[in-house]
């Protein structure tokens, strides 16, 4: 099992800036990527960004590329979540997510290690 567990979030004006970070403990060596998708008030749950073992493989949701930055710390059980140029619409419960999927898709269907989830409120 992996256990997931965020930090940081909170109320930010438009433009402004948020860092997540999660902290994965257990069987952290079974999974293949970690990231980060966020649902808002009655919406579906939806990727944004996601990180491999090698940093060099980061993936991210178009609504973000540009403003989100996902990045994983040197001992590679942190993975944080830098959010730039914050806007209303990205306000959202933020979830750290995990996955032991090769061929994983920006679904959560594919990921099967989730955390409790941080709000992120973006006020205009």
């Known amino acids: 099992q992996v256990q997931l567990v965020e930090s940081g979030g909170g109320l930010v004006q438009a433009g402004g800036s948020v860092r997540l970070s999660c902290l994965a403990s257990g069987r952290t060596y079974s999974t293949v990527v970690t990231g980060w998708f966020r649902q808002a008030p009655g919406k579906e749950r939806e990727f944004v960004a996601a990180?491999?073992?090698?940093?060099?493989?980061?993936y991210y949701a178009d609504s973000v590329k540009g403003r989100f930055t996902v990045s994983r710390d040197n001992a590679g059980k942190t993975v944080n979540l830098q959010m730039n140029s914050l806007k209303p619409e990205d306000t959202a419960v933020y979830y750290c997510?995990?996955?032991?999927?090769?061929?994983?898709?920006?679904?959560?269907?594919?990921?099967?290690?989730w955390g409790q989830g941080t709000q992120v409120t973006v006020s205009s």
């Open positions: 997510a995990a996955t032991s999927v090769a061929g994983w898709r920006p679904s959560t269907n594919d990921f099967k290690y």
């Open positions: 990180i491999g073992w090698s940093r060099e493989n980061t």
